[in-house]
């Protein structure tokens, strides 16, 4: 029979010889440039692995937003026309306060609040009106469309909001203490997330952190740990070496069922709770005080006795 010939683009690479490790430096820096880009969620991998990590919550403790919040959901209830009980769905200020401390995130807290307060699905005579969520599945439906109405509301409060006092500067000490890993684990959603994040904490240093993890990134909202669980994950640690920053006593119990240790700056709508009984480790009204890194950490691990001397008794 005829000998069988390899066709030439065969033999051509049968005889390549592997590109020099140079070239091969230089065709991945291309393709890194022409790549499609995304806002990043971490910081580029360090050259040594962290040691230990502070992670940050969001709302109540890098800004007061909680009242934003509230008038942010009221004016999409207001909006939608939503009734239980014949009377228009407005939350109070205390009402809120006992949300807050009881539900993570803004879906939860209003199908709580449906389900356990109103123990009833709303009526909707605004944004042309539609019938009452006969089930679970319909109310859903309504709170998803609520919930992106209020982030819209909540956009246009939040841009004008301080940050928490010293909180941005025990950040930025945080970023430059070396093995430390800095993060921000939000329970909102991206859209209401981003916006606060860019106006207080600002795109140059945002840049600067190791993992930025919003709601829509997890299945779980607070209290449950799934967001702190994914931090400690993606950054490479032991969840026992990382530290929490909360004001709630729903974030208190996400971080401490992660096996994190957790200080509080409570706000004036949590100061009443009590943070000690369910495992806070140091607890303080906000960080004017001049809260450092090495309050929390020493030699690349986290203190047995968080804050000593400063906290709250």
């Not at 390549?16 to 065709?27: E, G, H, K, Q, Y």
């Not at 920053?245 to 240790?261: C, F, N, P």
Request: hydrophobic letters at 40%; glycine letters at 8%; a negative charge.
């Amino acid at each position: 029979p005829p000998r069988r010939v390899s066709p030439p683009w065969r033999l051509a690479f049968a005889t390549m010889r592997p590109l020099p490790a140079a070239v091969l430096t230089i065709l991945t820096c291309v393709r890194a440039l022409l790549a499609p880009t995304t806002r990043a969620t971490t910081r580029a991998a360090p050259l040594h692995a962290f040691k230990a990590a502070l992670l940050f919550d969001c709302d109540g403790v890098l800004v007061e937003t909680e009242e934003l919040h509230r008038l942010a959901y009221n004016e999409a209830f207001a909006a939608f026309g939503l009734e239980t009980g014949g009377e228009p769905v407005e939350w109070s200020v205390a009402y809120y306060d006992k949300l807050q401390n009881t539900v993570g995130g803004g879906k939860p807290k209003m199908k709580y609040h449906f389900t356990e307060t109103a123990k009833e699905w709303p009526t909707v005579s605004g944004q042309g009106g539609r019938p009452t969520p006969k089930d679970v599945d319909e109310g859903m439906a309504l709170i998803d469309e609520l919930q992106d109405y209020k982030t819209e509301c909540y956009k246009k409060l939040v841009t004008t909001a301080p940050p928490r006092p010293g909180v941005l500067e025990l950040m930025d000490d945080a970023i430059a203490t070396p093995g430390l890993a800095v993060g921000i684990c939000s329970a909102s959603t991206r859209g209401g997330f981003e916006k606060v994040v860019d106006a207080v904490v600002g795109q140059a240093r945002l840049a600067k952190l190791d993992t930025i993890i919003a709601g829509d990134d997890v299945q779980n909202k607070k209290p449950d740990p799934e967001i702190y669980n994914l931090a400690a994950k993606r950054l490479g640690l032991a969840n026992a070496d990382c530290v929490v920053v909360e004001d709630s006593l729903v974030g208190l119990r996400a971080a401490k069922s992660a096996g994190m240790k957790c200080v509080i700056t409570y706000t004036e709508s949590t100061e009443d709770a009590d943070f000690y009984a369910e495992g806070a480790d140091a607890k303080l009204f906000d960080m004017s005080a001049g809260v450092t890194a090495d309050m929390l950490f020493e030699g690349g691990a986290v203190k047995a006795d968080l804050l000593a001397g400063l906290k709250d008794a």
